[in-house]
């Protein structure tokens, strides 16, 4: 393992607050656009060939698009844009300069952990495209959120992986991808630091094939909670969860409860926490799974339907089980249910004992992926023709940010967008002169009612048949 690098002796002490932060990400922004700028093609060179054509060249490769070279000089190029921000002379912060990362951290010498030894790894190996993505998290208290990120952006800059972490007081969560190499070292980093060694072990983290590809750039940051319930974590806290069920023992309670539902008889609600597109595409048997569009409405969906709870069993889900953690907190706070209990692991760590088990469909996934399979059921359908269908694609209309289920049959015809709506924007704004289009809320998510109502009468039954 090696530290990084403390401040030189002797050199001038480092901003704090938000001027220094300013400056940082002023000097970062500046080198980046030097590196850019150095990469570009001669206008001569490019028409030469008659056209506009590549514009800049990097690794040997071409780039035709602005977006393009930005990308690759972000996930490729770290090191080297934060080693030019420092030898300009301003305030990077430590984590910055080591792995030419910068956002919403605070860089500090304590964040000096220390970050794997990659000299023994080949660099193709650590940067092969045939990977992994992980996913973790960890409730804890962390003392020092904004030094936790700045630690983990160095370390994922480090190990050239992209994806989210998100840090906070009560914790961190992760998805990261790259390669095994990559992944591996990863691992051991979280396991050796002091915050997670006597909480964390191997078997937390959930690992799908996939890759740095999966995501598009690398994003940590500091936020006030781990996964966004809108909840202040004081207020509901992981402390008060549920009880944990391992795959195995849940799998005996879904087993139990089909078997009682299927006479009208249960006393029991299995419940989907997760989002109504993530549900759509892949759920247990006989689950609940709410018509919420975000998790940060779970709260106000239990609040709205206490009497579907009163004096229930309920067997929590979802797909790593952090929303599990503090959904079944709050849950519990109502004090209408007679017991709560949730899936440790998710449905990632149910489908690597049971994937054929009463989990159907495919799983979601936060990333370029959308989804990953573990059996072959499908049971969605393309939005315009019914055709079973479960494969995600974004919206083709530029302002839109939502998901849709078309199978290639319409979309070869052109049905590409997620509502007539906007499709029709998408036909208006193709006509126009190309220019950037601010994303704004889809028409169809506007009418989409925030929080359903269930009918109490109903709920058993119906759920029994899925």
């Not at 015809?413 to 289009?437: D, F, H, N, Y």
Request: aromatic letters at 8%; glycine letters at 8%; one cysteine or more.
């Amino acid at each position: 393992m090696v530290p990084l690098e403390a401040p030189a002796a002797g050199s001038a002490a480092p901003l704090d607050g938000a001027a220094a932060r300013k400056q940082r990400a002023l000097a970062r922004r500046k080198a980046f656009s030097l590196f850019v700028k150095a990469k570009e093609v001669p206008v001569a060179a490019r028409c030469a060939a008659g056209g506009e054509g590549v514009r800049w060249r990097c690794c040997r490769q071409g780039f035709e698009e602005l977006s393009g070279i930005h990308r690759h000089v972000a996930l490729q190029h770290g090191g080297d844009v934060g080693q030019r921000a420092a030898a300009e002379g301003s305030p990077v912060d430590p984590a910055g300069s080591a792995d030419g990362t910068q956002g919403r951290c605070r860089g500090a010498p304590e964040v000096a952990w220390a970050l794997p030894d990659t000299s023994r790894v080949g660099h193709d190996d650590l940067t092969s495209k045939v990977g992994e993505v992980l996913l973790y998290y960890c409730y804890c208290e962390v003392k020092d959120p904004e030094e936790l990120c700045a630690w983990q952006k160095a370390l994922c800059q480090h190990l050239h992986l992209t994806g989210k972490v998100r840090v906070a007081s009560e914790g961190i969560n992760g998805t990261v991808g790259g390669s095994k190499a990559a992944t591996n070292l990863y691992i051991e980093a979280v396991l050796s630091h002091p915050l997670f060694k006597d909480i964390l072990c191997q078997e937390d983290f959930k690992s799908s094939a996939g890759g740095a590809h999966c995501f598009t750039d690398l994003r940590v940051g500091v936020f006030k909670e781990i996964v966004p319930m809108g909840i202040d974590p004081k207020i509901v806290s992981y402390k008060e969860t549920g009880i944990h069920l391992s795959p195995q023992e849940f799998h005996k309670e879904v087993e139990h409860y089909l078997s009682q539902a299927s006479l009208g008889q249960s006393d029991t609600i299995l419940l989907d926490c997760r989002n109504f597109y993530e549900s759509k595409i892949g759920h247990f048997q006989g689950c609940l799974a709410p018509d919420i569009r975000k998790f940060s409405y779970f709260p106000s969906y239990v609040d709205e339907n206490l009497k579907l709870f009163k004096d229930k069993r309920v067997l929590m889900y979802c797909t790593g089980g952090i929303r599990c953690e503090r959904g079944s907190a709050y849950l519990r706070s109502k004090a209408v249910c007679r017991e709560v209990y949730q899936l440790k692991g998710g449905i990632h760590k149910y489908l690597e004992e049971f994937p054929d088990g009463f989990y159907r469909g495919k799983l979601f996934v936060f990333d370029d992926r959308y989804a990953i399979c573990s059996n072959e059921d499908i049971i969605s359908a393309c939005r315009y023709c019914g055709a079973l269908w479960d494969q995600y694609k974004l919206c083709s209309s530029q302002h839109c940010r939502q998901l849709v289920l078309a199978c290639p049959s319409c979309r070869n015809k052109g049905l590409t967008a997620c509502c007539p709506v906007c499709q029709e924007k998408e036909l208006k704004l193709t006509s126009r002169a190309s220019r950037q289009i601010p994303k704004e809320e889809c028409d169809c998510t506007r009418r989409r009612l925030r929080v359903p109502i269930e009918d109490v009468s109903q709920t058993t039954l119906v759920a029994g048949k899925n």
